[in-house]
């Protein structure tokens, strides 16, 4: 029933590292180019990473550029984010969708806490 389910969230300590999953419905996967969001309390969402529908090509936020990385694999209609040198201001709910984000509901996203 769920189009778009993420996992892979925990609490680190700064520097520490967190692989995210995301798997989402064929028929999203393979016809949009995606993104992670996430969305820290009392902020507003915000673009984290997006790749092509390819793979071929990404984009990241100024902040996590160079710790980031973000990937897809459409046999299993799974996008991830690798994240390493985690700081304290990553500290959010984390979550996938297509880019941009106005077609699709949101699912119910990871917790990731970085402490200090």
């Known amino acids: 029933q769920r189009q778009l389910v993420e996992s892979g969230g925990g609490l680190v300590q700064a520097g520490g590292s967190l692989r995210l999953s995301c798997a989402a419905s064929?028929?999203?996967?393979?016809?949009?180019?995606m993104g992670w969001y996430r969305q820290a309390p009392e902020k507003q969402r915000e673009l984290v990473a997006t790749i092509s529908t390819s793979g071929g090509e990404t984009t990241y936020a100024d902040s996590v550029k160079g710790r980031f990385t973000i990937s897809r694999d459409d046999a299993r209609n799974t996008m991830y984010l690798q994240m390493n040198s985690l700081k304290p201001e990553d500290t959010a709910v984390y979550y996938c969708n297509a880019y941009p984000s106005i077609r699709y509901a949101w699912g119910q996203g990871t917790q990731v806490t970085v402490s200090s």
């Open positions: 064929r028929s999203i996967f393979v016809s949009n180019r």
